[in-house]
């Protein structure tokens, strides 16, 4: 997905924040259930953030274009791990590795069903 860097997403010196990476990547995944018409709320609970590892490694800068590019790393019963990149060009500038914990409604963790975990297959 590609995003443009804007003054909002900068410090005063034009350089991202470091937050906007997470945000960043949060618009890739989302926009990956938004291109199939759905919306990261499902039927039967949604996925939250329960462990995040980030590194950064160079600077993105005001009116930069980036690329944020999600890879499957695993799945299992009620959760799974995605590797998000951002990208300037074939330049890798931030890397994290997201564990998603699949919950109902009600806040607690549950296994997802077979069509959740196809959906989750093809999405990314």
């Known amino acids: 997905m590609k995003i443009r860097v804007y003054y ?3 410090d005063t ?3 991202v924040y470091h937050s906007n990476y997470l945000n960043f990547c949060e618009r890739a995944r989302s926009q990956a259930f ?3 018409g759905l919306t990261p ?3 039967d609970g949604h996925f939250v953030a329960k462990k995040i590892i980030a590194d950064y490694l160079k600077s993105a800068k ?3 274009i980036l690329d944020v590019k999600t890879e499957l790393i695993e799945m299992k019963a009620a ?3 995605l590797k998000q ?5 074939a330049e890798k500038l931030f890397e994290l590795e997201i564990l998603l914990a699949h919950i109902s409604f009600e806040g607690a963790i549950k296994k997802m069903d077979k069509e959740t975990k196809e959906l989750i297959l093809s999405l990314f």
């Open 13 to 15: 010196g034009g350089i």
């Open 34 to 36: 938004f291109d199939k």
């Open 85 to 89: 990149t951002v990208y300037k060009e």
């Open 8 to 10: 909002e997403d900068t």
């Open 41 to 43: 709320v499902l039927d």
């Open 62 to 64: 005001l009116g930069d």
């Open 79 to 81: 959760s799974f791990t």
